[in-house]
């Protein structure tokens, strides 16, 4: 299984970003895949995240801001990123299990995921 994350970068507090993550190796049914962040001298946390059920959540920090989408044609997972904060600079991180996870806790933790892409900076300043 191999995720490669892109799509990271600088932003003015207010802009937009995308994020893509490209999954190889990996079968989206029966599975869970998520969006993740830290930021120096913080713990991993989780974002949002996707069942193969069509659950979808998001953590409190970013709902109304942040959605995840999952292009099963070509194998690719989203994180759009809307009215950017300067609190949202991280490296974010997406991941995947071989897991169908259905609560909300369970789909933002880390420690149920163990697939994980290389990550990819987001930086918001002005």
């Known amino acids: 299984v191999r995720l490669v994350d892109s799509g990271g970068g600088l932003m003015q507090p207010g802009g937009s970003l995308r994020l893509a993550c490209a999954a190889s190796g990996f079968s989206f049914s029966r599975s869970s895949m998520g969006w993740f962040r830290q930021a120096p001298g913080k713990e991993r946390e989780g974002v949002a995240a996707?069942?193969?059920?069509?659950?979808?959540v998001v953590a409190d920090s970013v709902k109304g801001r942040f959605n995840i989408s999952l292009e099963k044609a070509w194998d690719v997972l989203y994180l759009q990123m809307n009215s950017l904060k300067p609190e949202d600079t991280a490296m974010y991180f997406c991941?995947?299990?071989?897991?169908?996870?259905?609560?909300?806790?369970?789909?933002?933790?880390?420690?149920?995921?163990?697939?994980w892409g290389q990550g990819t900076q987001v930086t918001v300043s002005s």
């Open positions: 991941a995947a299990t071989s897991r169908i996870l259905y609560s909300t806790g369970s789909l933002l933790a880390p420690p149920n995921y163990n697939y």
């Open positions: 996707i069942n193969s059920d069509g659950r979808t």
